[in-house]
């Protein structure tokens, strides 16, 4: 089945770690996001990326780094500069058909927490 | 004045009403919209697209207006299932940016 698979669901880390999330899509999309969502908040972009090896800030990239060698995965690294990481990470995927079919397909997110 | 906003609600409806929600873009060069749901503490899940003709499935019924910059999402015969978060949503033609509203709580109640 095609999907958009982040893991994992839930991470813990210590304060000044850095962390990684994991991001995969097998649906052939070249573009990837992630976003930040915290409690009763909308979805804030962190990085997107339209194309291999190219990756572009969005809102609220302070403390935050990705890559994109490969069209299939997007990590984020949540770094120390993170000031405040806990929250609800989401990825997301979208074809770049200038056609009606843009829609934005989600993973199922990870809960970071700080402790 | 941010990119795509929204009501944030919360709207509490009676079951087997309506209810409409809009939201404004400032950018005129998105290209595409959407409306998203979102159940509590799950991703979001595409409900429509919004098409400038307008466009209708089922109980829902969204409108694009580009020239006054607003999109709508109407909910006729609402059920008790429909209580979640609406995000409306912009993808941006030129980089390819998708931008969320921060959504509209609608809870119908029995």
């Known amino acids: 089945d095609g999907g958009i698979t982040q893991s994992p669901k839930y991470l813990f880390r210590k304060e000044g770690q850095n962390v990684t999330l994991s991001c995969e899509q097998n649906?052939?999309?070249?573009?990837m996001y992630w976003y930040r969502q915290d409690p009763g908040q909308g979805l804030r972009l962190i990085y997107y990326?339209?194309?291999?090896?190219?990756?572009q800030k969005g809102d609220i990239a302070e403390g935050y780094s990705v890559s994109r060698e490969k069209k299939e995965s997007f990590p984020l690294t949540v770094t120390s500069a993170q000031k405040n990481p806990t929250a609800f990470y989401l990825c997301?995927?979208?074809?770049?058909?200038?056609?009606?079919?843009?829609?934005?397909?989600f993973g199922q997110g990870t809960r970071l927490t700080v402790v | 004045r941010k990119e795509v906003e929204q009501d944030p609600g919360p709207f509490n409806v009676p079951e087997g009403a309506t209810v409409a929600f809009n939201c404004t873009y400032s950018?005129?060069?998105?290209?595409?919209f959407f409306w998203y749901r979102q159940d509590c503490r799950k991703e979001p899940k595409l409900l429509m697209s919004?098409?400038?003709s307008g466009n209708e499935d089922g109980r829902f019924t969204a409108q694009l207006n580009r020239a006054s910059q607003y999109i709508s999402l109407l909910i006729r015969d609402s059920k008790l299932s429909d209580s979640a978060t609406y995000l409306c949503?912009?993808?941006?033609?030129?980089?390819?940016?998708?931008?969320f509203g921060k959504g509209t709580r609608l809870h119908i109640l029995p």
């Open positions: 997301a995927s979208s074809p770049r058909d200038r056609g009606t079919n843009t829609e934005a397909f």
């Open positions: 649906l052939n999309h070249d573009a």
């Open positions: 990326s339209q194309i291999v090896n190219d990756f």
């Open positions: 950018n005129s060069a998105s290209q595409s």
């Open positions: 919004v098409y400038s």
């Open positions: 949503v912009a993808h941006m033609n030129r980089d390819d940016k998708i931008i």
